[in-house]
């Protein structure tokens, strides 16, 4: 089992950066593909960026290739998103999540963290 503690969001411009963290707990971190999904007021829960447990592939969502980055830390157990050239339809609440399958479908993660708010201004 592993618990999940994102930190790292806020308020920023359009154009502007903000690099989330997910800090994880227990033995087997190194075990998980980790996710990031977000979900905006009103609309489901969408997958953002994945990556496999060694770090060794990330598969991004069109909507943010080229502008946001996965990567993973096992020996901290963290995973990282760094978003960049932020923008308004950006703005949602990001989660991350660990699970043993890669896959872009929210069900497949069997861990989830509180999610943290990110706010885009235009």
């Known amino acids: 089992q592993v618990q999940l503690v994102e930190s790292g969001g806020g308020l920023v411009q359009a154009g502007g950066s903000l690099r989330l963290s997910c800090a994880a707990s227990g033995r087997t971190f190194s075990s998980y593909v980790m996710g990031w999904f977000r979900q905006a007021p009103g609309k489901e829960r969408e997958f953002v960026a994945r990556?496999?447990?060694?770090?060794?592939?990330?598969y991004l969502a069109d909507s943010v290739k080229g502008r946001f980055t996965i990567s993973r830390d096992n020996a901290k157990n963290t995973v990282s998103l760094q978003m960049n050239s932020l923008q308004p339809e950006d703005t949602a609440v990001y989660y991350c999540a660990a699970g043993y399958g890669s896959s872009s479908s929210w069900y497949r993660y069997d861990y989830w963290g509180q999610g943290t708010q990110v706010t885009v201004s235009s």
């Open positions: 990556i496999t447990w060694n770090g060794g592939s990330t």
